[in-house]
């Protein structure tokens, strides 16, 4: 189905400026915290339109306003660089199955490739890990890069209901209902995969199950001060 361009806001309009604005900051900081490195993308739905928005062809640390890119969820150009990343179907695809969805990211953590190729799973192990159910993350099987809207779509259908996905030998996508919440569950993530292996070098870790989840889960506020945090360590960069 045709995306609806009626509804699209100009890119650079000032209706997109702030959530462009969080969205090259959220790329920022999975750059500055080393969960990205030269590859990988955070994007944005834009409100009220079947399209989203992501960086160009560009390391995360390196985005700019002029290397966004909006794109539907055909992947069809829409405005902005025309240089759309390898891996735009990871999105396109996500939010056209999710209308939940507000933010996604494709990254290339090291301990997401870790436990996508183990036959022990990454489980949450501390109240950071409450997003995940106790059995963590489903991993897409799928080997190459996702550059065609079937493996988008066979990535998402890994995903299914849940916040993130291990990318078998490739690293992960995550899912949120804000660009906040998306960095908040990759950091954490990648936290959680490095204490898994820390604890895993010792002896069989004590996982939490998903009764103590759910008793995390009890509260659903979300305190803005991690996204703070990680903005407060943007400044010297700036
Ligand atoms: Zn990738």
Redesign the pocket.
């Known amino acids: 189905m045709a995306s609806d361009r009626k509804n699209v806001p100009a890119i650079d309009s000032s209706e997109l400026k702030d959530l462009t604005e969080k969205l090259m900051t959220a790329c920022h900081i999975l750059d500055h915290e080393g969960v990205t490195d030269g ?2 993308h955070v994007s944005v739905r834009v409100p009220g339109a079947d399209a989203f928005i992501t960086i160009a062809n560009v390391s995360p640390g390196c985005v700019t306003r002029d290397r966004l890119i909006m794109q539907d969820f055909d992947g069809n150009y829409l405005a902005g660089a025309n240089t759309p990343p390898n ?1 735009w179907p990871i999105h396109a695809c996500i939010f056209k199955a999710r209308s939940d969805v507000e933010s996604v990211s ?1 990254t ?1 953590s090291k301990w997401s490739t870790i436990f996508s190729v183990l036959p022990i799973k990454l489980k949450p192990m501390h109240h950071y890990g409450k997003f995940l159910s106790a059995d963590g993350p489903p991993i897409y099987e799928g080997i190459g ?2 550059r065609t809207v079937e493996r988008g779509n066979d990535l998402a259908k890994a995903l299914g209901n849940g916040p993130a996905v291990l ?1 078998r030998a ?2 992960d996508a995550v899912v949120g209902e804000s660009i906040e919440q998306v960095i908040e569950r990759t950091t954490r993530l990648a936290m959680l995969g490095e204490w898994n292996h820390l604890a895993l070098l010792h002896s069989e870790p004590r996982y939490l199950n998903a009764q103590e989840l759910e008793v995390y889960n009890a509260d659903q506020r979300f305190p803005m001060r991690g996204w703070e945090y990680y903005v407060s360590r943007l400044k010297d960069r700036r």
Do not use: D, I, N, S
């Open positions: 590859y990988g891996e494709h290339h890069l996702v990318m490739h690293g």
